[in-house]
């Protein structure tokens, strides 16, 4: 086989570095933790899916059905995350992501039984419970089968889970609770979570830490807890991404809890209609968004570190409008279409902010730094987002206004503006410390 030349070095010149590459088993690996992210967004996002039945079933307000979402959920979901990580850095990470998700599949089981507000909101509870193990083992295992460079493509395809799921939650809520009541959708969904622990048992191959990490990145010894707390809260650029995104969260959870229930009881969209049109808009548009996210985190910050900053700040300026106009609509098809913008706009700070952590963070400080950029971004955006929206509501509708929920979505507007000064902030960060990197080099 033939090769082909490669071209002289010249003087004072060093050759490209080349990427190792990607394997089989690499893709495969990524598949099943894929899958598992994808059951881990049915199962948080099915309640939201269900708001109407489980509301008029359970007989719950708007702000105990934010509080459940929200605030419960993510006092849960964010804290344990931290001990759980720390576990994870220090034993197999793929076996505790197996039993993460036993426990959520079996906690989703439960609220499928639930025949009380208190039944459904400690279930449900349980469920945070659980997928606070999911995610950041994940994380740390995709960037040791993926090397720098390439770990943003693959990340940007890992997080396609949260469409994709959102997409089937819809569509599989929506028809199950349609045919035979939404109590049965919870049981399928938890009985099929459990299956999949086995897969990630036999798949998810525990992968040498650091592997594909420059030597430099290698520590002599394992960070201890409070070295990798602090080493995160240090440094200000992975403080301002987690509050950048912690921020946009609270629109993305704040807005997407009460999305379908909004949809319905105030721009006269059907189950039916809802299970077709709203799941293949996430399914789609969505996906493409988070995709394109990942590529463009790639492309862009391999000559511009700021571009972890300037790319979802880009993003959610142009995001704005279509949101004001997304909830103004009067009526469901225009409303989806503005909506369908915002779905592809609003998740561009996803990529970049995992990215950017795990390249900023030692292979041993992986797992806890991820849980950690988790536990301050969805403390804010499930915990304050949907409970936010949810008492604004009842408040609205308790002085007899009609259109409550849009009043409610209206005020997540200045965080909007909030996310986009947090983001360029960041940028303004990371362009001082490549400014010091190459004068230090220099």
């Not at 940028?427 to 004068?439: D, F, N, Y």
Request: aromatic content about 14%.
């Amino acid at each position: 086989m033939t090769q082909t030349p490669k071209a002289p070095v010249g003087a004072g010149q060093s050759p490209a570095p080349q990427l190792p590459s990607v394997g089989r088993r690499a893709w495969i690996v990524l598949a099943m933790l894929s899958f598992v992210y994808i059951l881990n967004f049915l199962c948080r996002l099915l309640p939201t899916i269900l708001a109407k039945p489980i509301e008029d079933s359970l007989h719950l307000s708007d702000g105990q059905f934010g509080l459940v979402t929200g605030f419960y959920f993510a006092v849960f979901y964010t804290f344990i995350s931290i001990p759980v990580g720390y576990l994870a850095d220090r034993t197999s990470r793929s076996k505790v992501l197996a039993c993460a998700c036993a426990i959520w599949s079996g906690a989703t089981m439960a609220c499928g039984f639930a025949v009380g507000y208190a039944q459904f909101a400690i279930s449900y509870i349980v469920v945070g419970f659980g997928e606070a193990g999911g995610v950041p083992p994940s994380y740390a295992i995709i960037s040791d089968y993926f090397p720098p460079g390439r770990r943003g493509m693959a990340l940007g395809l890992y997080n396609l889970g949260l469409p994709i799921g959102v997409a089937l939650a819809v569509a599989f809520g929506a028809s199950i609770a349609a045919a035979f009541g939404w109590q049965l959708a919870f049981q399928a969904l938890g009985a099929l979570g459990i299956i999949a622990v086995i897969g990630v048992l036999v798949v998810v191959k525990e992968p040498l830490r650091g592997g594909l990490d420059p030597a430099s990145a290698k520590p002599a010894k394992k960070s201890g807890f409070w070295e990798t707390l602090r080493n995160f809260f240090s440094q200000r650029a992975l403080v301002l991404v987690a509050l950048g995104g912690g921020t946009t969260q609270i629109i993305t959870y704040g807005a997407g809890n009460f999305t379908i229930l909004f949809l319905m009881r105030e721009k006269g969209m059907t189950f039916q209609e809802v299970a077709l049109y709203y799941a293949l808009l996430v399914g789609i548009v969505m996906s493409f968004g988070l995709f394109v996210a990942g590529r463009s985190v790639d492309v862009f910050s391999r000559r511009w570190k700021q571009a972890y900053g300037l790319v979802p700040a880009l993003a959610l300026t142009i995001s704005l409008p279509f949101y004001i106009g997304f909830v103004w609509a009067p009526a469901w098809p225009l409303a989806l279409a503005f909506l369908s913008a915002c779905m592809f706009l609003n998740y561009f700070y996803l990529p970049a902010a995992i990215t950017l952590v795990q390249q900023e963070v030692r292979p041993d400080q992986r797992v806890m730094s991820g849980a950690l950029l988790l536990l301050v971004m969805n403390f804010m955006g499930i915990g304050l987002g949907p409970t936010f929206v949810g008492a604004v509501s009842d408040h609205f509708r308790a002085i007899a206004f009609h259109n409550s929920l849009q009043i409610a979505m209206f005020a997540l507007v200045p965080c909007y503006i909030l996310a986009i000064l947090f983001f360029l902030w960041l940028s303004r960060v990371l362009r001082r410390e490549s400014r010091t990197i190459g004068e230090k080099v220099q």
